[in-house]
């Protein structure tokens, strides 16, 4: 019999991050399981006859600790009755009519790990139930062919930017339905040398539309109205605007990867866009803003919502609508950059790494790993000056 571990609550238990299988208690042999990529599952160690196994029960927080207590201990229950929970799995799968939908869940749950934002999965589910699964979704996954990718996607294609995401979304099923043995044969929802010959290149019917963004010489006049604004998000938005950030990355930052004394903000690869540490330099106005802002209990969140949670991503926009401000949060990047760019002598590579964007080609990027971060001390210092300038 698993020995029974100490059990954790509710609180511990969302406090696990560190890669391994992490025993909760309650019920012999159930544990939150980290994978290298961060992500969390259920698993109950345990017995089958003879034969020692592991079974999954859900991933993390998707099954709370209450439900993978119930899930486990059901679980259990079967074994003992003669039931063989991972054979019947295997059976099941086995008779399963693999229809194009089914296929897209099974592709966005084995992915959903991987994705760092959290709406990407959500995304994925809606756009493939709007437009795919009303014209194929109950097909077999092998009868999916290119006139059904067509009667889905080219109604729209040229008048819907997300028609190109469509596609590409329904290509990527068929591959994994292909790899998995489900079909065989030309993927139908290719683009090159295939629908490329029948449908508009995305790029033409669908013009990239920037964000929108306030002129650097406005930035003064508008960061005295921020601060007379009340609240976390107005006070996450000025935080935001100091730091040249992305809005996940702040919404998101921790304590623990501050570090106030030093004037540093360290961001971890798994929670940047381009899968890569990030330092960030803290201006003199920003550890100011940072040393008034209160700390919660039971999280390490900087800017947590009233639930303890990652604040929204609605919540700075709304801020910014309250304020009239005919921008939106993103676009502060592309004033800082338009500000550097024109009022600075600094060289394009630290300006884009100020960005965290990736700078040169891959074979570029190997040789130099340099981040420029003290060059981009004196730059965020100098942002900081230019858009104080009036503050009292």
């Not at 760092?116 to 139930?129: C, E, G, I, Y």
């Not at 002598?345 to 340099?370: F, I, M, N």
Request: charged share 25%; glycine share 6%.
């Amino acid at each position: 019999m698993p020995i029974v571990a100490r059990a954790l609550k509710a609180l511990e238990v969302s406090r696990l991050t560190t890669r391994g299988l992490h025993m909760v208690g309650t019920v012999a042999g159930l544990g939150l399981s980290v994978s290298k990529t961060g992500s969390r599952s259920w698993i109950l160690r345990t017995k089958i006859g003879a034969r020692r196994c592991d079974i999954g029960l859900g991933s993390y927080p998707e099954i709370t600790l209450a439900k993978a207590h119930e899930r486990a201990r059901a679980t259990k229950d079967d074994i003992r009755n003669g039931t063989d929970p991972i054979a019947e799995r295997r059976t099941k799968s086995a008779t399963v009519e693999w229809t194009f939908e089914r296929c897209a869940h099974a592709y966005i749950d084995g992915h959903t790990a991987s994705w760092k934002n959290a709406k990407h999965a959500q995304q994925w589910r809606n756009t493939l139930a709007t437009y795919a699964y009303p014209v194929f979704g109950s097909k077999h996954v092998r009868d999916v062919g290119k006139t059904e990718v067509l009667q889905a996607i080219e109604p729209q294609w040229t008048t819907k930017k997300t028609m190109a995401r469509v596609r590409e979304r329904i290509e990527l099923v068929l591959s994994w339905a292909t790899v998995r043995g489900y079909r065989s044969g030309d993927n139908p929802a290719v683009w090159r040398g295939n629908l490329d010959q029948v449908l508009a290149k995305p790029s033409k019917v669908s013009k990239v539309v920037p964000h929108r963004s306030l002129p650097y010489p406005s930035m003064q006049a508008f960061m005295t109205q921020l601060r007379k604004a009340d609240g976390s998000g107005a006070r996450c938005l000025e935080l935001l605007i100091y730091t040249a950030c992305r809005s996940g990355e702040l919404r998101g930052a921790l304590w623990s990867e501050i570090d106030v004394q030093a004037g540093l903000w360290h961001i971890p690869a798994a929670r940047m866009k381009a899968d890569r540490d990030h330092r960030i330099p803290l201006s003199a106005g920003a550890i100011t803003l940072l040393e008034s802002l209160p700390r919660f209990a039971g999280t390490d969140l900087v800017f947590p919502s009233s639930k303890n949670t990652m604040l929204s991503d609605m919540t700075l926009s709304a801020v910014m609508r309250r304020m009239k401000v005919p921008a939106v949060p993103h676009g502060f990047r592309a004033t800082f950059a338009t500000w550097a760019q024109e009022q600075t002598g600094y060289p394009s590579d630290v300006r884009e790494r100020a960005l965290a964007h990736t700078v040169g080609s891959k074979t570029t990027a190997a040789y130099e790993r340099g981040d420029q971060f003290e060059k981009r001390v004196q730059l965020m210092a100098d942002w900081a000056a230019y858009i104080d300038a009036n503050a009292p």
